[in-house]
DNA sequence: GTCTATAACCCGATAGAC
DNA sequence: GTCTATCGGGTTATAGAC
């Protein structure tokens, strides 16, 4: 019955993303999900590899979770791009700024080697920005010849990325905000340079 | 005698610039520090405190510290952006895109309201966009006249901080440069329309 | 597979002599 | 102001019955 392991993972998920990993204590998740400790070592040799399953699970879910309902009513692919951001916007917002993008948190939270969780965090960003870079591909001409798709793709990560940790310290959607304003006039400045 | 608490400080920025905070153990310090418990008990109420005291050397800091050496040989305001960015690239190049924008860092590990350590971090990325901004202020006509320049420096810090965290994650330089990169041709495009 | 109880450890902080 | 020893509590992880 892998019902226990879901209730793990789905619980682990939204804390990890509230208070973040090393905040989160085994007993909370526990508490959380309404499972005994027994239960969640049997499943997991340890923290560490709830964390790696909550990353897999982000990873796996990129797509169905995150790019198809931000999409699902946009077609242009430049507004997709901008579609995208106004999800972390939301998530901002119903949070009171306290709740960004969970892989970004985490990423900046490990500071040891730990490899086979930064692989991980690797893959999530790879996967954000492959989808993004395929959004300035499918713009075709509207955008000049010879600019890097991949890398305007990456900007827009940064930017969403520095755009969440100042308004999480900020607690206003202000920096966010204008970072993504300014992200917009610089795709506008490229649209009208093509 | 303030030699101890000059020694506490320097050896608990060292360590929350390298392994974060709440990785970091007053024990870490202690032995960092080459002083005993007492002594750090003595001088501070608590390890937050030892954090506040951090962050109110890295406001007090930036000026002299950060911002003079990276201008000492560049007049050009716009030219003083980038090379206050370099001065982040050589930190992840010369350890292993390990340690990036301490502030960062400790501005996402954060996520209890924990209002005098957020009020901290707020005031540094204030007076790092303020400086910024003083630039592009200072590059009078060259920029476009109905141009935000808070918003303009905002955006730079944006893309250093998102830059850091992925060339952190990916251990590559990278991202980092592409995102320079791509803010530098923003720039380029604004100079070019005014 | 799930439960309870607990081991083994590290943490921040304190006490009290000097 | 500085030292050593230690307290009390929370941590991850395990043992062993069911």
Redesign the interface.
Known sequence: MSETRDKIRFAAMRLFA???Y??TSVADILQAAGVNAGSLYYLYPGKQDVLLDVLDTYLAGIHPMLLAPAWAEISDPVERVFALLRRYRSALESTDC?YGCPI??I??????PDPPV?ER??AN?DAWVAAIEQCFVDAGDRLPSDLDRR??A??A???????V??S????TLD?FD??V???RS?VD??LA?A
Do not use: C, Y
């Open positions: 509230q208070k973040g090393g905040s306290t970004g948190s990423a900046l939270e490990l500071h040891e930064r965090l690797a960003f890398a305007l990456v900007f990560l940064t930017t969403m990325e520095g755009g940790m100042l999480r310290t900020h607690r920096d204008t970072a304003a300014m992200l610089h400045l490229l340079r």
